[in-house]
C-alpha cells in the first residue's frame, strides 16, 4: 500500500505543481469567452453549461449584436431568443433563465452586476460556478470555478476526493493558495484540453507527471 502523504509533503507537492503550471502557462488572466462587458460575461457563462465555449463564442459573436444592451435582453420574446441559441444544449431553459436574469438585473441591481456570491446565485440561471467566473473576471476576487476539467484533474493529482463541485471548491480553497485560486481554473482548463485530454490523457508527455499519483493510470 502506498505510503499515505503528509500535509507538508502535499504543500509541497502543491507548490511544485503550480510553480510547474506558471512557467507553462504563464500567469496571466484570461478568459475563454469573448465578452466586452460584464452582463455579456454573464450571458455567454450561462450558455456555456453542457456546452463548449468555441460554440458559445460562435452563438454570441451575432447575439451580441442583435442584443446590444442588457435591456435588449430583459425585454426579448422567448420564443425569438430561444431560435437565436438554439444550436447550443438547453437553449429553452437557457433562454429563460437569460431574460429572468436580465429583467432582474436591470429592474432591481440598475444594470450592475452584483458581486457578492448570495446575490449573484440569487439570479435565474447562476450557481456557484458561474459566480466565481464573474466574481474571478470582472471583480478580481479569488475565486476558484470547478469545472469538468478542474473536477476532473483535481482528482487526478490527488487534492481532493470529493465529487460534489461545491465540496471540490471548499476542498482546493484549503490546500490552493489565495493568489493561484482563479489561476487553477485557467491553467487546468488549457491542460485537460491539450495534455490530459478526459479520454486518452497523455500521461507520458505531461509536464506534472512526476507529481501526479495518477500518471500512466
Not at 82 to 87: C, P, V
Not at 158 to 167: I, R, Y
Amino acid at each position: 500500500m502506498a505510503k499515505r502523504e503528509t500535509k507538508a509533503e502535499l504543500s509541497a507537492r502543491i507548490g511544485r505543481i503550480l510553480a510547474a503550471l506558471d512557467r507553462e502557462y504563464g500567469t496571466e488572466y484570461r478568459c475563454y469567452l469573448n465578452y466586452e462587458t460584464p452582463w455579456q460575461l454573464l450571458i455567454a457563462v450561462i450558455m456555456s453549461a453542457q456546452c463548449t465555449d468555441a460554440r458559445v463564442n460562435i452563438v454570441t459573436a451575432d447575439l451580441f449584436r442583435k442584443y446590444d444592451t442588457l435591456e435588449k435582453f430583459a425585454d426579448a420574446d422567448l420564443k425569438e431568443l430561444e431560435q437565436d441559441i438554439h444550436s447550443i444544449g438547453f437553449y429553452h431553459m437557457k433562454a429563460k433563465n437569460i431574460i429572468a436574469c436580465c429583467k432582474r438585473l436591470v429592474y432591481e441591481f440598475h444594470g450592475e452586476l452584483p458581486r457578492t456570491m448570495e446575490e449573484l446565485t440569487s439570479l435565474a440561471g447562476v450557481g456557484r460556478k458561474t459566480a466565481n467566473v464573474i466574481r474571478g473576471n470582472i471583480y478580481h476576487e479569488p475565486s476558484i470555478v470547478v469545472d469538468t476539467h478542474v473536477k476532473r484533474i483535481s482528482r487526478k493529482l490527488g487534492l481532493t476526493k470529493e465529487e460534489d463541485p461545491e465540496k471540490i471548491e471548499y476542498a482546493l480553497m484549503k490546500v490552493l493558495p489565495e493568489d493561484h485560486w482563479t489561476l487553477w481554473n485557467i491553467h487546468i482548463i488549457t491542460l485537460g484540453r491539450t495534455v490530459c485530454v478526459a479520454r486518452s490523457p497523455k500521461c507520458a508527455e505531461c509536464f506534472l507527471r512526476e507529481e501526479c499519483p495518477s500518471a500512466g493510470k
